[in-house]
């Protein structure tokens, strides 16, 4: 018998201190002789100890493997004469470590197994092999499995909840990480409404509708309090204009993802209210020749507000619509062929409304105008062609369309005084 000591110096393959040979051999007629020790391959191979029971000392133990699987027994052989399996954190291939796997399920090495299970290395193109192998392994490869099955619909609202309190915290900032952390959390967010086939079952439950409601709130709150604070600093500071414009940002971040949970509508309801508020403070003579920056920036949420309503997806009834039109469309209008302008006397201004914003825009504002009663297309189309900025946004289609419905329906009205008066004369 071997003292511990003398076993922690036993090495594989050493002739001069073996006890058992292990021959492998496979069909192709390869085969070679590997000098081992009983006390290790019992100890950590069930099949070994089953194996070594009934045999006397210098036994020799013949194992057939295939071609492919030759390699992976030598390794694990190797494997079973380290005092640990940490090893197995380095192996920088999946093919790697699941034949190794495979190997030890077959000798009943529970350890190695266990090792392997909780350190194989993860690849995403990989995982069909992954799957094909572990699944013969039966309870025992249920870690694996849980890593590619689809994640328990509580852990992802109670992971989806967390992002979205952290993604619209008005709080301070959380040291060390200042804005990074919530940055962070709005990325995670819509990672995690992306392209998942089960998130619609959690964007559905009424406790994450309702942290994203409150979030929308704690996130318009903080931008109505940035906006009033603009007139009370000096209108050139940067610090005010920074702040205000991360509001911004985060309103446009919530316009993206509250579509998919259903709640644009809140949104939309919010901006509109807020719209003469808005438009009280960038149209101030102090502002009149600068921030520009922000001026662009809540043209382009205004842009989303409109998309919304103008195609459908947000219902409103008319006098909302109205409101919208009505507020934002003086501003836009007269706002685009200034900053035309400043572009055309500085080639390097930074500020403008690109051509995407600008045909969405034009294109919502066709589709709300369409939509509106009768008299309301007419102020608005009145207003329209009044103006001496008439080319954007271009409402000739909308304009057509209403002569048409306005003549068609006039048509119909003379068509019916018409038939009445005929009836009048045949009694």
Not at 388 to 400: G, K
Request: glycine share 2%.
């Amino acid at each position: 018998m071997y003292r511990k000591a003398e076993v922690n110096l036993l090495k594989f393959d050493d002739q001069r201190t073996s006890d058992v040979a292990i021959r492998l051999r496979n069909k192709v007629g390869r085969q070679e002789l590997y000098y081992s020790h009983s006390l290790i391959l019992k100890s950590k191979s069930k099949y070994f100890a089953d194996r070594l029971s009934n045999q006397s000392s210098h036994a020799s133990v013949e194992i057939e493997c295939s071609k492919f699987d030759y390699d992976r027994y030598v390794k694990l052989l190797k494997l079973l004469y380290l005092p640990s399996y940490s090893v197995l954190d380095t192996w920088d291939s999946v093919q790697s470590a699941l034949g190794v796997l495979q190997v030890a399920e077959t000798l009943q090495c529970e350890a190695v197994v266990n090792s392997c299970i909780q350190a194989l290395p993860w690849e995403d193109i990989e995982e069909g092999e992954i799957v094909k192998v572990v699944s013969r392994l039966g309870p025992m490869a249920m870690p694996i499995l849980a890593r590619i099955q689809p994640v328990n619909i509580n852990a992802s609202k109670g992971v989806l909840i967390s992002a979205i309190r952290l993604a619209t915290s008005t709080d301070h900032p959380f040291p060390p990480f200042g804005d990074e952390l919530r940055i962070s959390a709005q990325e995670q967010v819509d990672f995690m409404l992306r392209d998942d086939e089960d998130m619609p079952l959690v964007t559905a439950d009424n406790e994450v509708k309702r942290e994203a409601t409150i979030g929308l709130s704690n996130t318009f709150s903080l931008f109505e309090r940035e906006l009033s604070s603009v007139m009370k600093f000096d209108v050139t500071c940067t610090v005010a204009e920074s702040k205000i414009m991360q509001n911004l940002s985060d309103l446009e971040w919530m316009c993206n993802i509250l579509p998919k949970m259903g709640l644009m509508d809140e949104f939309v309801f919010k901006w509109i209210d807020l719209s003469d508020n808005v438009l009280l403070v960038v149209e101030d003579k102090k502002l009149e020749n600068i921030m520009w920056r922000l001026k662009v920036k809540i043209i382009e949420v205004t842009s989303k507000v409109l998309d919304a309503v103008g195609y459908g997806n947000v219902i409103l009834p008319a006098p909302r619509r109205v409101k919208l039109l009505k507020s934002w469309l003086p501003f836009i209008r007269k706002l685009k062929p200034i900053l035309d302008s400043m572009i055309a006397k500085d080639m390097e201004f930074p500020y403008k409304m690109d051509e995407d914003t600008c045909q969405s825009i034009e294109g919502a504002i066709v589709s709300l105008v369409v939509a509106l009663p009768s008299d309301d297309q007419a102020d608005i189309l009145a207003d329209w062609m009044s103006t001496e900025h008439v080319t954007y946004p271009d409402l000739s289609e909308a304009f057509e369309v209403w002569s048409f419905r306005t003549k068609s329906a006039k048509r119909r009205l003379v068509a019916g005084l018409d038939s009445v008066e005929d009836a009048a004369v045949t009694l």
